[in-house]
T-cell receptor, first 114, second 112 residues
C-alpha cells in the first residue's frame, strides 16, 4: 500500500516568488493536514482539509493557502515568499472523520527561500 | 502559547539503557496523546498512543505512562538500541475536528 506522497522533495525559491506543494494521501484517506516544521518552532499546524473543505486553519498569514481535490489530493500554496518560510512542509493523511487520530505523514518538501 | 511542553530537548543514553521523555499539557480537553518518531529525511511516524482512561500502554519496548491529575505523560524506551536514535515528538488533540498539537521534540542518541 503506497504511503503519503509529497512532491517535490526539495525546492529552492527566491524571496517574493510563490510556490505550490503537492500531497497525495494514502488511498481511501479523506483527511489531509499540513504542518510546517522548523528547528525553532517544531511542528506547527497550517490547515486541514476533509472532502474538499477546509476544516481547520492554524495561525499563519493569508499568504499560506491550500485546497483539496475530489480525489483527496491536496496542494498548498505560499505566495510572496519570505526567508522565514524556509522549512520542511509535511502533509499527513488520515481515514478518521475527527482530527488528529492516526495521522500518516509523508516525507515532506524541504523549501529553501533565498 | 505552547500547549504541549516536552523535555528534554536532547538525550544521550547507553545501549541497553532506558530512555525517558516527558511531556506536560494544560488543556484538560485533550483526549488523545500519541508519540511520533522521526528519522532524518523522513516524516514523523506514529509510534504509540494513549487515551486518558488508562494510565499505561505498552507496545514492545515502548511504554507510555499517563498521569491525568498531573497532566503529564511520558515515553519510556526499554533496552534502547542505536537504531532508536531519532527525534521523538509527543502530541495531543481533542475530540472533534481539531488538529494534533506537537511538543518541540527530543533528539535521542543511543550510543554503544
Amino acid at each position: 500500500k503506497a504511503g503519503v506522497t509529497q512532491t517535490p522533495r526539495y525546492l529552492i525559491k527566491t524571496r517574493g516568488q510563490q510556490v505550490t506543494l503537492s500531497c497525495s494521501p494514502i488511498s481511501g484517506h479523506r483527511s489531509v493536514s499540513w504542518y510546517q516544521q522548523t528547528p525553532g518552532q517544531g511542528l506547527q499546524f497550517l490547515f486541514e482539509y476533509f472532502s474538499e473543505t477546509q476544516r481547520n486553519k492554524g495561525n499563519f498569514p493569508g499568504r499560506f493557502s491550500g485546497r483539496q481535490f475530489s480525489n483527496s489530493r491536496s496542494e498548498m500554496n505560499v505566495s510572496t515568499l519570505e526567508l522565514g518560510d524556509s522549512a520542511l512542509y509535511l502533509c499527513a493523511s488520515s481515514t478518521k472523520t475527527t482530527g488528529g487520530y492516526g495521522y500518516t505523514f509523508g516525507s515532506g518538501t524541504r523549501l529553501t527561500v533565498v | 502559547q505552547q500547549q504541549v511542553k516536552q523535555s528534554p530537548q536532547s538525550l544521550i543514553v547507553q545501549k541497553g539503557g532506558i530512555s525517558i521523555i516527558n511531556c506536560a499539557y494544560e488543556n484538560t480537553a485533550f483526549d488523545y496523546f500519541p508519540w511520533y518518531q522521526q528519522f532524518p529525511g523522513k516524516g514523523p511516524a506514529l509510534l504509540i498512543a494513549i487515551r486518558p482512561d488508562v494510565s499505561e500502554k505498552k507496545e514492545g519496548r515502548f511504554t507510555i505512562s499517563f498521569n491525568k491529575s498531573a497532566k503529564q505523560f511520558s515515553l519510556h524506551i526499554m533496552d534502547s538500541q542505536p537504531g532508536d536514535s531519532a527525534t521523538y515528538f509527543c502530541a495531543a488533540s481533542m475530540k472533534g475536528n481539531t488538529p494534533l498539537v506537537f511538543g518541540k521534540g527530543t533528539r535521542l542518541s543511543v550510543i554503544a
